[in-house]
């Protein structure tokens, strides 16, 4: 079943998100707010007290190839980890970067945990741990 909310936004508030949402191609606001509520919902799930539901995660990373060690560093935490890892893709990005795209399965806590020492790891430029759901409780 489908409610129907109203909500309070201020003039220049509501102006910047009908423009993000423009930019982001959704065909309205209601859309855009029920990703914006399921992103919170999958968030809280994965910080929920237990932890130890199995999640599913993907890690991005970019970082310097000419850093042997911290190649090396990046690939010991997975390899001691390496159960958890379910995926991982390399790309050279360029002559001296490289993009590391990760899946990682297992108990809330561990997959959080390992996520973010792997972005967390000095060197790394832009990492970040993206929750995901199969959506059962979510439509
Ligand atoms: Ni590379």
């Known amino acids: ?24 191609g959704y065909v309205n ?12 919902l999958v968030q809280r799930a994965f910080t929920e007290s237990s932890g130890r539901e199995e999640r599913v995660a993907v890690v991005t990373l970019v970082y ?9 560093k990046l690939a ?3 390899h001691e980890n390496h159960r958890a890892v379910v995926s991982a893709l390399h790309v050279h990005m360029d002559a001296h970067n ?9 108990r809330g806590k561990d997959v959080v945990a390992m996520g973010e020492s792997l972005v967390a790891t000095k060197g790394v430029k832009y990492g970040k741990l993206v ?5 059962h409780d979510l439509r």
């Not at 606001?29 to 919170?40: G, H, K, P, Q, T």
């Not at 310097?64 to 090396?72: E, I, K, P, T, W």
């Not at 929750?131 to 959506?135: D, I, Q």
Request: charge should be negative.
């Open 131 to 135: 929750p995901a759901t199969a959506g």
């Open 64 to 72: 310097d190839h000419d850093s042997s060690s911290l190649a090396q």
């Open 1 to 24: 079943m489908l409610e129907r909310i109203g909500i309070s936004l201020e003039d220049g508030l509501l102006e910047q998100f009908d423009k993000l949402i423009a930019e982001k």
């Open 29 to 40: 606001r209601s859309e855009a707010v029920r990703d914006l509520i399921r992103d919170a």
């Open 76 to 78: 010991h935490i997975q």
């Open 98 to 106: 490289c993009l590391e795209v990760l899946v990682l399965r297992g």
